[in-house]
């Protein structure tokens, strides 16, 4: 019987060296490159994900059955035998894993991580396998235990390495309360680089990528050695040198890639994932014929809505309610309520009053001012003395002086309002020269020009880029 389980054991050990040295030099003889290979190796590698709930299913069981098995030899057998299948379990789970990582040439740190445990687990599961003969024999009573619990361990950290790969990085801790996750130290968001905040980049640039290619190149997964997720990398390129040409978008291996047919084995992002929308290629070309800067606020031929300004709430007036009610009898306009929140402001309407509204009605306003967020002035008789009215309406988002008798004579006036969006001088009388004055109010983003002496050759239309 003794000399039986020897000779086993020898036959094993003569096969486990061999197995070893595969598994060991496995990454080295075909290195992981970035590169994919043969489709076969991924229909066969895509099974790894489905394959390796057997193997963590046998090594789970194992110990349940070992400690039941100190008094049911009956079950201790079981254990030997399911370890033994174990082995052959995490060889194939291995090799399959390893094939879906180099047929598809998928890189990263989570993948070599995952790769290594995998390999130290089968060689782990393997030496298990070696010495429990000897601890059932009753000669190394705590070798086999110690390193089951080490495999078991191991388990769990590679399994969690898995689960990073499909499920992203912090799919187990994502909904940990916060204070657990300070005491494991465990951050919540991963650490960014330090961007230009208001950059192009920062701004239209990232997120696109951030939205359509960090799933295969990032730091978790890298393909096609090519990693977006910072601006040094996006910059250094992929397996096959830069991806981006700074000035020249055609030559910009990146910007061609995600202009081919969807159909293009190359096209990006690729596996059927939608293309990405006309005008986000188009701020990338811009961006990159701009010189691919990651500091650049602005870009050449690009036209962005700014984030809307903050607005800031307008005083309660309903304290006002009986003479607006008297002022909208007597004057034929009215001051509607932008909602019924009253902090929403109220809109001035002219359109009873029409040409008979003039500076003279709209001065007496001026105690309503603080509280209209828009006036509608177009088509009035109001004239430029409407200018010093219309400072006092500290709050006016929006102003309308479409076809009225307004030269631009004092319009600097209105720099005083800050919370001015939307001007309204189509059909006037303004020139170029009076309505430069405005350029310096940051949070004027329409200005409307449209038949005028100031409109420009051609106007850019907003928000859409030219390519
Ligand atoms: C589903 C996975 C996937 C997504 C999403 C994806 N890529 Fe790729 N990408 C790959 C693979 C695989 C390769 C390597 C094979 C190849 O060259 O076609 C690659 C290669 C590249 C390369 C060539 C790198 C080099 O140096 O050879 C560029 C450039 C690229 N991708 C850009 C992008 C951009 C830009 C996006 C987002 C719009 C994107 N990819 C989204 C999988 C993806």
């Known amino acids: 019987m003794g000399s039986r389980a020897d000779a ?50 046998m090594l789970l069981l194992i110990p349940l059955l070992e400690i ?40 990263g740190v989570t993948v070599t991580y995952h790769m290594w445990g995998g ?10 396998f070696l010495i429990r003969p000897g601890w059932v024999a009753g000669e190394f009573p705590l070798g086999y235990p110690i390193s089951l619990a080490c495999v078991l361990l191991l388990l769990l950290w590679t399994c969690h390495q898995g689960g990073s790969l499909t499920h ?28 230009v905040a208001d950059s192009f980049y920062a701004l239209q640039i990232r997120p696109i990528l951030d939205a359509n290619c960090y799933s295969c190149h990032s730091q978790t997964k890298v393909k096609g050695g090519l ?28 910007f061609k890639r995600i202009t081919l047919p969807p159909d293009d084995k190359k096209f990006m992002p690729s596996d059927g994932k939608p293309p990405l929308k006309p005008e986000q290629i188009a701020w990338i070309k811009a961006w990159i014929a701009a010189g ?15 984030k809307p300004v903050s607005l800031r709430p307008v005083g309660d007036y309903s304290g006002l309610a009986n003479q607006i009610a008297e002022l909208e009898k007597t004057q034929s306009i009215s001051l ?10 109220l809109i001035l309407q002219t359109i009873s009053g029409g040409r008979k509204f003039n500076d003279a009605q709209l001065a007496q306003l001026a105690k309503f001012g603080p509280y209209i967020v828009e006036a509608k002035l177009g088509h009035t008789s109001v004239t430029d003395a409407c200018f ?35 001007l309204n001088l189509t059909g006037t009388k303004v020139t170029g020269a009076s309505v430069a004055v405005l350029a310096s109010m940051k949070n004027l983003e329409h200005v409307y020009l449209y038949n005028t002496a100031a409109q420009p050759a051609a106007p850019p239309a907003k928000g859409t880029p030219k390519l």
């Open 8 to 57: 086993s054991r020898r036959w094993l050990a003569r096969f486990s060296l061999p197995a070893i040295a595969t598994l060991v030099l496995l990454p080295f003889l075909w290195k992981l490159d970035g590169q994919s290979h043969a489709d076969w190796q991924q229909l066969i590698g895509r099974f790894h994900p489905l394959a390796v709930h057997l193997p963590i299913g």
């Open 68 to 107: 039941r098995g100190l008094s049911h030899p009956a079950l201790r057998e079981a254990a030997g035998f399911i370890l033994g299948l174990s082995v052959l379990a995490t060889l194939g789970t291995v090799a399959l894993g390893y094939l879906l990582a180099y047929g598809s040439g998928t890189t």
């Open 119 to 128: 390999i130290s687990l089968a060689i782990g599961v393997l030496v298990c």
């Open 168 to 195: 992203g990085e912090n799919y187990l801790t994502e909904w940990l309360p916060d204070e657990l996750k300070t005491w494991a130290g465990i951050k919540n968001e991963p650490v960014k680089e330090q961007l």
């Open 227 to 254: 990693r977006l997720d910072s601006y040094a990398r996006l910059m250094r390129g992929g397996r096959s040198g830069a991806v981006i040409v700074p000035g020249r978008p055609d030559q910009s291996s990146l």
């Open 292 to 306: 691919a800067s990651d500091a650049a606020t602005t870009v050449a031929g690009v036209t962005l809505r700014r």
């Open 336 to 345: 509607v309520p932008v909602s019924r929140n009253s902090g929403d402001g």
């Open 388 to 422: 010093d009215t219309l400072a006092t309406f500290t709050n006016l988002r929006a102003l309308h002086l479409e076809d009225t008798a307004i030269t631009g004579q004092g319009l600097a006036k209105l720099n005083s309002l800050s919370q001015l969006t939307y």
